[in-house]
Each structure stands twice: as C-alpha cells, then as structure tokens.
C-alpha cells in the first residue's frame, strides 16, 4: 500500500537554528497537508499544497511541493521555542484511507 | 464556528470494561475519522465514517467499532480493554470531499487510560 516517510524523526536546534523535515511518498499525490502538534496537543492543520512545484510561506515557515508531487518539505527559519512540537505531514491513500507520516519531533534549545 | 468537540477528555477504565468516546465534527463536515496516538508516537488511523456509513478501518481488532449518527456525530466502542489501548483517541473531520479538500480538523482528544 501507499506510504509516506517522515524524517529526520527528531531535530534538536538552538534557538535561531533553521529546521526542516521531508516528507516522501511512494506514489504520486493529488496534494499534500502539513499538521503540527504542540505537546499535550492535538494535530493542528498548518497548509495543504496541491500545484506541483508549489512553494507557500506562513511567516517563518516555508512549504514546499516537490515537481512530481511525490515529496514535500516544510522549513523554519530561525526557530523559535513556540515552534516545539511534532509535524505531520499527511496524505489521502485511496479513497477513503488518509495516512500520516511518522512526524518529526522538533525540540528548539533556548 | 465551534471546532471539532469530543468527550470525555479524560477516561478511566479498568482491563476487561468496555469505552465509549464521542466526538461532534465540524457543523456541514459529514466525515469523521478516528485515530489512536499512543504516548509518544504517530497517529493510527481507526476507523473513516462518511455519510453514516463505514468507509474503512485500519488495523485494528474487531472489538474497535463504532457507528456515525443522521446529525453526522460519531461513537467509537473499545470492547474488552487491554492495558496497551491506553492512549490519546483522537477525532477528525472534514469538508465534504466535493470541496476537492482533504484536510482533516481535529479535536482535542480524549486521553483513555487502562488499568
């Protein structure tokens, strides 16, 4: 079946320290959503990307969709200790599966 | 517009019990997904209710169940509980796949714990 790795699966940063986790899929994707969850928290939808080549920013965080829609990466800059927690990356497997990837867990280092 | 709400926030059950979990979507998202997250580890995908029916599940045991409500509501069973079912159960929903989206919005979990 159709899965997505997630990694690296934990990235410890000083703060100030860029941070970016990948996301990779073994078949072609119609789109992509980013999630993060703070600790103690609940998932928490960040942007969906759907154009190949696709590049959005939120603030620090950079988000991208590879050419062939198969890989994405989404990248801090400068970190932040409010940037702590795990980030998903998660998918639409079939028609009504939806999977994750395994998450990165981010520790920014004060 | 009220987020995704499940209840209780907190379980306590003891081996062998059974749990109920409920969860309310997103008023006009008629997909419910339940997934289980144990301590500090990835979300599992449980089971996918659409349009009160069961679209699929993932893979997890028989005594996993649950139903969708006509309001669109959802209810997850956990029958005959084992100690490693203690983990954070979370609920999702989303639009109506014909808004060509498939992000899920999710709610605060309710944190079931075994003895």
């Known amino acids: 079946g159709q899965q997505v790795m997630q990694i690296p699966q934990y990235q410890h940063v000083q703060e100030g320290e860029d941070f970016t986790t990948y996301c990779n899929s073994s078949t072609t994707l119609s789109n992509i959503q980013w999630y993060k969850q703070r600790p103690g928290g609940h998932p928490v939808f960040l942007i969906q990307l759907v154009k190949s080549g696709e590049v959005k920013k939120q603030k620090r965080l950079t988000f991208q969709f590879g050419e062939a829609k198969k890989n994405s990466s989404l990248h801090i800059t400068a970190t932040q200790t409010t940037d702590v927690g795990t980030y998903f990356c998660?998918?639409?497997?079939?028609?009504?599966?939806?999977?994750f990837g395994t998450g990165t867990r981010l520790k920014v280092l004060a | 517009e009220a987020g995704v709400t499940q209840s209780p926030t907190h379980l306590i059950k003891t081996r062998g019990q059974q749990a109920t979990l409920r969860c309310s979507p997103i008023?006009?998202?008629?997909?419910v997904y339940w997934y289980q997250q144990a301590l500090g580890l990835g979300l599992q995908f449980l089971l996918w209710?659409?349009?009160?029916?069961?679209?699929n599940r993932g893979n997890f045991p028989p005594r996993f169940s649950g139903r969708q409500f006509p309001n669109y509501s959802s209810e997850l069973n956990v029958n005959a509980l084992e100690l490693e079912d203690s983990a954070l159960y979370l609920c999702?929903?989303?639009?109506?796949?014909?808004?060509?989206?498939?992000?899920?919005?999710f709610g605060p979990g309710t944190r079931l714990t075994v003895l």
């Open positions: 209710y659409d349009e009160g029916e069961e679209r």
């Open positions: 008023s006009g998202h008629t997909s």
């Open positions: 999702a929903s989303r639009l109506d796949k014909l808004w060509n989206t498939d992000t899920q919005y």
């Open positions: 998660g998918i639409q497997s079939g028609t009504y599966k939806y999977i």
